[in-house]
């Protein structure tokens, strides 16, 4: 299981979540160059580990356990993969 970052994500980008995950899945960082171009933050579903963290720190409430995410969302499962997928 994984955490997955959702829609309400898209144009804010705090990177509250990334400070806290204990295992870096969560990008792009400030840090990176990606940063500047994408509209929102992706959860690497083959590093995460389900702590949970993100979730408490997420200030528009964007992130969401795979199980638990709301029907509306289900596209952003594939959406946070393929950003790992893809040459950044």
């Known amino acids: 299981m994984t ?3 959702t829609e309400p994500c898209i144009g804010t980008k705090d ?3 990334v400070a806290v995950c204990p ?3 969560i ?3 400030a840090e990176e160059l990606a940063f500047k171009h994408e509209d929102m933050l992706y959860i690497d579903p083959d590093i ?3 702590c949970g963290l ?3 720190e997420c200030p528009v409430q964007a992130i969401f356990l795979e199980d ?3 029907e509306k969302y289900t596209k952003y499962i594939q959406i946070n993969a393929e950003y790992f997928s893809r040459d950044r």
């Open 27 to 29: 990008h792009p960082t």
């Open 15 to 17: 990177t509250a979540c």
């Open 54 to 56: 993100c979730v408490d």
């Open 48 to 50: 995460c580990i389900d």
């Open 3 to 5: 955490h997955v970052i």
């Open 23 to 25: 295992v870096d899945c």
């Open 68 to 70: 638990e995410l709301p």
